[in-house]
């Protein structure tokens, strides 16, 4: 039985390692460009870290509500949103990140994001403002920082880093629910 269950923990090392490869390999084939002048973000807190949403793909702010259980779905995905008859999937940024599932708040938000034909939810822990950096304060992202795969650029703020998302990325390694997505 402890040879099962070391080699039970070992194949889920391996797949969680195999899907952070394919969402790095990914990374290179859906990012998203930081578009020239000014950028109006959604600046949001998650896990303590300041996450700028690109406005332009930002139908609404929730406060968070019920959402419908969605089976087999990843951690990251604590279900689906109705939103006027259309369910949507909620990604939770935190425990994409962490990947980790983390208990959604009432003081949380779900942030209603359009990326070409999808609409999906971000679950953040605080919506704060709108920022505009120009295209020129924006750095380009650095692998070493844990959001990297899904971020497009960070640029300084009030003394701190705002990463700002890249939705198709984000959306492309978060295995939606088929159908749904």
């Not at 992202?141 to 880093?161: C, D, N, T």
């Amino acid at each position: 039985m402890n040879e099962l269950n070391a080699i039970l923990k070992e194949v889920s090392s391996l797949e969680r390692r195999v899907f952070e490869l394919k969402a790095n390999l990914r990374h290179h084939y859906f990012k998203d460009d930081i578009p020239e002048g000014q950028l109006s973000l959604l600046l949001t807190e998650v896990s303590g870290q300041n996450v700028g949403i690109p406005l332009s793909h930002v139908d609404e702010v929730l406060q968070m509500c019920a959402l419908n259980t969605c089976p087999e779905a990843p951690p990251w995905v604590p279900g689906l949103l109705n939103l006027r008859g259309n369910m949507i999937p909620v990604i939770d940024l935190n425990a994409r990140v962490s990947r980790t599932a983390r208990k959604a708040a009432v003081e949380d938000f779900i942030v209603i994001c359009k990326k070409k034909t999808l609409h999906f939810g971000l679950l953040v822990q605080q919506v704060n403002s709108i920022v505009q950096p120009d295209s020129g304060e924006i750095k380009k992202s650095s692998v070493e920082i844990s959001l990297a795969p899904y971020v497009m650029g960070f640029f300084q703020h009030k003394g701190r880093s705002v990463y700002i998302l890249s939705l198709s990325c984000l959306v492309e390694t978060s295995m939606l629910p088929e159908g749904i997505a």
